[in-house]
């Protein structure tokens, strides 16, 4: 069984402030998404990553894919109250079915105004 | 909109009665995948098709569970003889072939009393 583990699974910080939540797994992705869910909808596609060392950019969001495409990070510079939400990471792993995404168990962002 | 779409979004039923959930996919994608999420988790993994073909499904997909896609387009996932165990978000999600981005809809909420 392929895991995907989240960290931290809950972060409540102040607006301003910067956060980093990182994904981690022992086997190598060939891609990796990352969602982001509020409570009752469905998980919303924030970025894909699929090349080692890859750096991603989304206004205050940045993404990061480890050069072994074992791990990646999410970093938000200057949280504002509409960032609260889960943060999913996903991989689809080499190797095995590269149409099964593996989620991790999220990490419940909330930012206090 | 063109996103994927689900129907119904919530859906209340007592134990033992029989259930079915829709997913209309963004038009060109021809893989439609179906996860369930329960709370505090991440979505897992319950079948996939490739235009009306299912080519995999999980092991979490009893045998009270079917899934059809019978013109490639829409699908339906019906759960008979329900039980509260399978109170959970039932999502749908579609990528377009040959590449590993899934788009999610908001998904399907049920409640087994």
């Known amino acids: 069984t392929q895991l995907l583990e989240q960290s931290p699974q809950f972060l409540s910080i102040q607006e301003g402030e910067n956060l980093t939540v990182y994904c981690n797994s022992s086997s190598v992705f060939s891609s990796l998404q990352w969602y982001r869910q509020e409570p009752g909808e469905g998980p919303v596609l924030l970025v894909t990553?699929?090349?080692?060392?890859e750096v991603k950019k989304l206004k205050r969001l940045t993404f990061q894919f480890g050069d072994a495409r074992k791990d990646s990070s999410l970093h938000i510079t200057a949280a504002q109250p509409g960032d609260t939400g889960l943060y999913l990471c996903?991989?689809?792993?080499?190797?095995?079915?590269?149409?099964?995404?593996?989620f991790g168990k999220g990490t419940l962002l909330t930012v206090n105004p | 909109d063109t996103g994927v779409s689900q129907d119904p979004r919530h859906k209340i039923t007592k134990r033992g009665q029989n259930v079915t959930f829709r997913c209309d996919p963004i038009s060109e994608h021809n893989r439609l995948y179906w996860y369930r999420q329960t709370l505090g988790q991440g979505p897992e993994f319950l079948t996939y098709?490739?235009?009306?073909?299912?080519?995999?499904k999980s092991r979490l997909l009893s045998d009270r569970f079917s899934a059809e896609r019978p013109k490639g387009s829409f699908s339906t996932l019906e759960i008979q003889r329900t039980e509260q165990g399978d109170s959970a978000m039932y999502l749908c999600?579609?990528?377009?072939?040959?590449?590993?981005?899934?788009?999610f809809g908001p998904g399907t909420r049920l409640l087994v009393l």
């Open positions: 999600a579609t990528s377009l072939g040959g590449r590993e981005t899934q788009y």
């Open positions: 098709f490739q235009n009306e073909a299912q080519l995999e």
């Open positions: 990553v699929v090349t080692g060392g």
């Open positions: 996903a991989g689809a792993y080499s190797g095995g079915s590269n149409y099964k995404l593996t």
